[in-house]
Nanobody, 118 residues
Framework: QVQLVESGGDLVQAGGSLSLRCSVS????????MGWYRQSPGKQREWIAS???????GYAESVVGRFVITRDNAKNMVYLQMNSLKPEDTAVYYC????????????WGRGTQVTVSS
């Protein structure tokens, strides 16, 4: 059973920073692709960043230059460093795990709330 648990969400002022963490248990973390998504009220869940098993990262245009995704395979952890936060970054942030060799392997955490005040 794969479980993902996000933490680190908080209320922060615009321009501030937060570091989100995702702890993963079960599965084979080292070969997984990990991603961060977010969902604001009334909006669809959107992809914001991912990092593959080789450590290559990709970002949505809305967060390029402000957010950084990293992973620690020894600790089964993935992180999202968020800088220069804007009110429009307010959302519930979700961690996701996929394994390309296993098409049905697609797991989500319950999310952590990030609120950015203006």
């Amino acid at each position: 059973q794969v479980q993902l648990v996000e933490s680190g969400g908080d209320l922060v002022q615009a321009g501030g920073s937060l570091s989100l963490r995702c702890s993963v248990s079960g599965g084979i973390f080292s070969i997984s692709d990990m991603g961060w998504y977010r969902q604001s009220p009334g909006k669809q869940r959107e992809w914001i960043a991912s990092i593959n098993s080789g450590g290559s990262a990709g970002y949505a245009e809305s967060v390029v230059g402000r957010f950084v995704i990293t992973r620690d395979n020894a600790k089964n952890m993935v992180y999202l460093q968020m800088n220069s936060l804007k009110p429009e970054d307010t959302a519930v942030y979700y961690c996701n795990q996929k394994i390309r060799a296993l098409p049905g392997h697609d797991y989500w955490g319950r999310g952590t709330q990030v609120t950015v005040s203006s």
